[in-house]
Protein backbone atom coordinates (compact mmCIF):
# COMPACT_ATOMS: atom_id res chain seq x y z
CA UNK A 1 0.00 0.00 0.00
CA UNK A 2 1.36 3.11 -1.29
CA UNK A 3 1.00 6.51 0.47
CA UNK A 4 2.61 9.56 1.57
CA UNK A 5 1.95 9.81 4.97
CA UNK A 6 5.11 11.53 5.72
CA UNK A 7 3.46 14.14 4.12
CA UNK A 8 1.23 14.65 6.44
CA UNK A 9 3.83 16.83 8.24
CA UNK A 10 4.14 20.15 6.31
CA UNK A 11 7.75 20.37 7.50
CA UNK A 12 7.90 17.46 5.02
CA UNK A 13 5.82 19.03 2.58
CA UNK A 14 8.13 22.52 2.65
CA UNK A 15 11.12 20.08 2.26
CA UNK A 16 10.60 19.23 -1.16
CA UNK A 17 10.10 22.86 -2.21
CA UNK A 18 13.69 24.14 -2.49
CA UNK A 19 13.35 24.96 -6.08
CA UNK A 20 10.40 26.88 -5.62
CA UNK A 21 9.25 30.02 -8.28
CA UNK A 22 8.50 32.27 -5.64
CA UNK A 23 9.63 33.92 -2.56
CA UNK A 24 8.93 34.04 1.42
CA UNK A 25 7.50 37.90 1.01
CA UNK A 26 4.81 36.76 -2.11
CA UNK A 27 1.38 35.07 -1.38
CA UNK A 28 2.62 31.89 -3.20
CA UNK A 29 5.00 31.44 -1.20
CA UNK A 30 6.43 27.85 -0.68
CA UNK A 31 5.82 28.08 3.02
CA UNK A 32 2.07 28.78 2.25
CA UNK A 33 1.93 26.00 -0.09
CA UNK A 34 3.13 23.78 1.79
CA UNK A 35 0.97 24.64 4.58
CA UNK A 36 -1.88 24.57 2.32
CA UNK A 37 -1.02 20.89 1.65
CA UNK A 38 0.92 21.11 -1.39
CA UNK A 39 4.28 19.02 -2.18
CA UNK A 40 6.47 20.23 -5.44
CA UNK A 41 5.90 17.52 -7.85
CA UNK A 42 7.99 19.91 -10.59
CA UNK A 43 11.12 19.69 -13.14
CA UNK A 44 12.89 22.37 -15.02
CA UNK A 45 10.07 21.74 -17.76
CA UNK A 46 7.13 22.54 -15.16
CA UNK A 47 8.78 24.84 -12.71
CA UNK A 48 5.70 25.04 -10.47
CA UNK A 49 4.14 21.60 -10.71
CA UNK A 50 2.57 21.12 -7.17
CA UNK A 51 0.47 18.21 -6.04
CA UNK A 52 -2.03 18.24 -2.95
CA UNK A 53 -0.56 15.09 -0.65
CA UNK A 54 -4.34 14.17 0.40
CA UNK A 55 -6.20 13.89 -2.84
CA UNK A 56 -3.12 14.39 -5.66
CA UNK A 57 -4.85 17.04 -7.34
CA UNK A 58 -1.97 18.72 -9.12
CA UNK A 59 -2.05 21.97 -10.29
CA UNK A 60 0.35 24.78 -12.13
CA UNK A 61 0.30 27.73 -13.57
CA UNK A 62 0.88 29.69 -9.82
CA UNK A 63 1.10 33.20 -10.04
CA UNK A 64 2.97 35.10 -6.87
CA UNK A 65 -0.61 36.66 -5.79
CA UNK A 66 -2.50 32.96 -5.51
CA UNK A 67 -3.83 32.38 -2.62
CA UNK A 68 -2.54 28.58 -2.44
CA UNK A 69 -5.36 27.70 0.04
CA UNK A 70 -8.14 29.44 -2.21
CA UNK A 71 -6.80 27.63 -5.03
CA UNK A 72 -6.75 24.54 -3.39
CA UNK A 73 -10.65 24.04 -2.77
CA UNK A 74 -11.48 25.92 -5.72
CA UNK A 75 -9.91 23.09 -8.01
CA UNK A 76 -10.26 20.47 -5.37
CA UNK A 77 -14.18 20.80 -3.47
CA UNK A 78 -14.07 17.31 -2.01
CA UNK A 79 -10.44 17.55 -0.67
CA UNK A 80 -11.25 17.01 3.05
CA UNK A 81 -8.05 18.49 3.89
CA UNK A 82 -8.50 21.44 2.08
CA UNK A 83 -11.84 21.89 4.06
CA UNK A 84 -10.96 21.96 6.79
CA UNK A 85 -8.83 25.23 6.24
CA UNK A 86 -6.16 24.77 8.96
CA UNK A 87 -2.74 25.37 9.00
CA UNK A 88 -0.77 22.80 10.96
CA UNK A 89 0.60 25.48 13.85
CA UNK A 90 -3.21 26.61 14.33
CA UNK A 91 -3.98 22.64 14.47
CA UNK A 92 -5.50 21.41 17.95
CA UNK A 93 -3.77 17.68 18.69
CA UNK A 94 -7.86 16.46 18.09
CA UNK A 95 -7.02 18.46 14.95
CA UNK A 96 -4.41 16.94 13.36
CA UNK A 97 -5.67 13.23 14.24
CA UNK A 98 -8.84 13.89 12.83
CA UNK A 99 -6.79 15.04 9.47
CA UNK A 100 -4.51 11.87 9.96
CA UNK A 101 -7.25 9.60 10.22
CA UNK A 102 -9.29 10.81 6.90
CA UNK A 103 -6.27 10.44 5.20
CA UNK A 104 -5.85 7.15 6.82
CA UNK A 105 -9.65 6.08 5.37
CA UNK A 106 -8.59 7.65 2.16
CA UNK A 107 -5.53 5.46 1.55
CA UNK A 108 -7.85 2.39 2.33
CA UNK A 109 -10.69 3.47 0.25
CA UNK A 110 -7.79 4.10 -2.42
CA UNK A 111 -6.74 0.20 -2.03
CA UNK A 112 -10.19 -1.67 -1.97
CA UNK A 113 -10.89 0.26 -4.94
CA UNK A 114 -8.26 -0.24 -6.85
CA UNK A 115 -8.15 -3.88 -6.38
CA UNK A 116 -12.06 -4.06 -6.86
CA UNK A 117 -11.13 -2.60 -10.46
CA UNK A 118 -8.63 -5.11 -10.53
CA UNK A 119 -11.56 -7.82 -9.54
CA UNK A 120 -14.31 -6.72 -12.16
CA UNK A 121 -11.44 -6.48 -14.90
CA UNK A 122 -10.17 -10.62 -13.70
CA UNK A 123 -14.23 -11.34 -14.08
CA UNK A 124 -14.51 -9.66 -17.16
CA UNK A 125 -11.95 -11.18 -18.91
CA UNK A 126 -12.96 -15.26 -17.12
CA UNK A 127 -16.72 -14.54 -18.27
CA UNK A 128 -15.40 -13.84 -22.20
CA UNK A 129 -13.18 -17.19 -22.07
CA UNK A 130 -15.64 -19.40 -20.63
CA UNK A 131 -18.99 -18.00 -22.27
CA UNK A 132 -17.92 -17.03 -25.69
CA UNK A 133 -20.51 -15.62 -28.01
ZN1 LIG B 1 -6.26 18.26 -1.70
Known sequence: MKSNFQFLFE???LE???TWVYSDK???S???MAEAGF???GSRIEPDLAKCFFCNKELDGWEKDDD???EHLSHSSHCQFAIRNTPEDEMTVYQ???IANAY???IIEDYHNNKLTLLEKAFKTAEEYFLPN
Open 68 to 70: PWK
Open 104 to 106: GEK
Open 26 to 28: QQC
Open 39 to 41: IFV
Open 30 to 32: ARK
Open 16 to 18: TFN
Open 96 to 98: FLD
Open 11 to 13: KNR
